[in-house]
DNA sequence: TCTGGGGTCCTAGGACCC
DNA sequence: TCTGGGGTCCTAGGACCC
């Protein structure tokens, strides 16, 4: 059996924690440039208002409800993350942490061996759930299912209907057909908005019809391998076991860093200081991972909301690194500029830019090596005669560099190529406020990550 | 006026390998 | 006249997840 642990509304959950007068109120999380309306209250969501609604589109209704509006504080949801995490971690023998909110559970053999002692699962799920709320504060629902999707299934179903009190499950055919029954086949793990439609054109509305569709049906019209899988398990057929995150935390296959810019930008030299502080945070994580990469890719996007503008909204470019896997800021960014340069269009006005780190590896001995000299940089071709940029990796300076950002904050030490160019209209911000930065008006203190924002009980 | 960010997995054509 | 089969890697893009 699997387990699927899932926090209530995660980010309200964990602004109330530290701020128990928003327990009875109206509160929702806004995404990053305090966009759209990640995070909702039970309350919010008895108004109707959907996950994912921008915000412009509802701040009156909220306002008219007295609802506490909060932007986005991924310092204390990760933190809050982490705790959660290791609260699970204790009481099963491995977890898969698969959002910053859930973590499938590794059940396989409890139910024979253990349960004489612990219980029945849905016993030990509830002793899960009044753990994890007594330790961190954070309400949670439990599902529990011979598979993957049939647990996040009856973790759903656990979170709509309040007379399962947080768990559900799954252990026999019978609930099995009968909680497929209750869910519509949008709601399926793997269902996206464009399969429900097609589904539901095909007269298939609920899970219970999904499961009863042929292989070949599946595997035509739901992506191949994917939906042949997705309807298996669907029929209590497991076909995905569980990865283990070790020691309770999680190593990516990849790693990105993007952003929406506050305004529109057409400046190359501020966008270059976006890409660059994007990819430094980029290298930083896969530096903590204690991973290389020597795959790159950079994106621009123009604003898919104005209708003036044309598709395609965004370009990206992707290069495997000549020199070989680096984790090494630096060297990265000189490649990255370089993409960007083959990207920009002059004239044009982007919205967003991101960078992808891919390809990882550890160091050491499987790493793959050059057979020559590491060939050139972009940025050493172009600078010719002028200061060089090394190509191979200078993991002193880079661990230098993280220990004191480490130690005093994030950005106290970074690459000039950070800075953005100092604007001739732009008296607005403060020389250290960079051109492509966002709202963040409504952020609560990082109550588990800075000393100063600890919270004082008098 | 105002519309997020970080991931996974899969597809598909072309270059290239033996 | 006639031109293989089984792979990997690279790059770009799409669907989906939370």
């Not at 060297?331 to 919205?351: C, I, M």
Request: hydrophobic residues 40%.
């Amino acid at each position: 059996m699997f387990g699927l642990v899932d926090a209530n509304n995660f980010y309200v959950s964990c602004e109330r924690v530290f701020q128990p007068r928003y327990e009875k109120r109206a509160v929702v999380v806004l995404s990053n440039n305090d966009g759209n309306v990640v995070s909702r209250s039970a309350e919010v969501k008895a108004l109707g208002i959907p996950m994912g609604a921008p915000y412009f589109e509802v701040k009156e209704l909220l306002k008219a409800h007295n609802a506490a509006v909060f932007s986005s504080n991924y310092a204390l949801y990760g933190s809050m993350s982490a705790r959660v995490m290791y609260c699970l971690a204790q009481r099963v023998p491995a977890l898969e942490i698969y959002s910053i909110d859930e973590a499938f559970l590794d059940l396989h053999g409890l139910e024979q061996h253990l349960t004489p002692y612990l219980g029945r699962l849905d016993e030990l799920a509830q002793t899960l759930r009044a753990d994890v709320k007594r330790r961190t504060g954070i309400p949670t629902c439990v599902g529990v299912a011979p598979t993957k999707t049939l647990a996040k299934l009856a973790n759903r179903l656990a979170k709509k209907l309040p007379e399962l009190d947080g768990v559900l499950y799954l252990d026999t055919t019978e609930r099995q057909a009968w909680a497929l029954r209750q869910v519509a086949v949008g709601d399926v793990w793997g269902i996206g908005r464009q399969y429900a439609a097609k589904l539901t054109a095909a007269g298939i509305d609920s899970a219970s019809d999904l499961a009863r569709v042929s292989e070949a049906w599946a595997r035509k019209h739901l992506g191949g391998v994917v939906g042949a899988r997705l309807v298996q398990e669907l029929q209590g057929q497991p076909c995905t076991g569980l990865h283990p995150s070790e020691d309770g935390t999680l190593d990516r296959q990849s790693i990105s860093c993007s952003r929406t810019f506050g305004r529109p930008l057409t400046e190359y030299s501020n966008v270059l200081a976006a890409v660059a502080t994007f990819l430094s945070r980029a290298a930083e994580k896969l530096r903590a991972q204690e991973d290389l990469a020597h795959v790159l890719t950079v994106y621009i996007s123009k604003n898919r909301f104005d209708p003036h503008v044309l598709p395609p909204y965004s370009r990206s470019a992707t290069l495997t690194l000549p020199s070989g896997p680096t984790n090494d800021t630096t060297v990265l960014l000189s490649y990255a500029s370089s993409l960007l340069r083959r990207l920009w269009e002059t004239g044009t006005s982007y919205h967003k830019a991101g960078v992808v780190l891919d390809g990882l590896e550890a160091p050491g001995n499987g790493q793959q090596l050059t057979l020559f000299s590491p060939s050139p940089t972009p940025a050493q071709r172009e600078n010719k005669g002028e200061k060089e940029i090394a190509t191979t990796s200078r993991p002193a300076l880079m661990a230098s560099l993280d220990a004191l950002n480490q130690r005093f904050g994030r950005g106290t030490v970074r690459l000039a190529t950070t800075l953005s160019a100092p604007t001739n209209s732009g008296s607005a911000g403060s020389p250290s406020r960079p051109a492509w930065e966002g709202k963040a008006q409504w952020r609560s203190p990082a109550f588990t990550t800075r000393l100063e924002d600890l919270l004082l009980v008098n």
